[in-house]
Nanobody, 128 residues
């Protein structure tokens, strides 16, 4: 059973940094088949960072150049390093996993229907 647990959220001033972690203690899914989403106040949930079918990193335009996704396959953990944070980054950040066969090549990286497991989220608040 896949269990995703996010951590690392908190409050930070604009320009600061945070590092989020998403651990799957079940070791059931490849970290290439995991991604980060977020949902800000009054907004729909959107993809933030993930991996394309060729393994290349993919980022939302709003975070490109500031956020960096990484993985530790040995620990089955996904990370999101967030630099130069802005108030607009304030949101609940979710880790998602796709356990389907050939998950890396299936669907769109930021397509929410691709993922069948979701973490409970970790709050990130950026003040001005």
């Amino acid at each position: 059973q896949v269990q995703l647990v996010e951590s690392g959220g908190g409050s930070v001033q604009a320009g600061g940094s945070l590092r989020l972690s998403c651990a799957d203690s079940s070791y059931f899914v490849s970290t290439y088949c995991m991604a980060w989403f977020r949902q800000g106040p009054g907004k729909e949930r959107e993809g933030v960072a993930g991996f394309e079918s060729d393994g290349a990193e993919r980022y939302a335009d709003s975070v490109k150049g500031r956020f960096s996704i990484s993985r530790d396959s040995a620990k089955n953990t996904l990370y999101l390093l967030m630099n130069s944070l802005k108030p607009e980054d304030t949101a609940m950040y979710y880790c998602a996993a796709d356990t389907s066969p050939g998950c890396l090549s299936r669907g769109w990286t930021f397509g929410q229907d691709k993922y069948n497991y979701w973490g409970r989220g970790t709050q990130v608040t950026v003040s001005s």
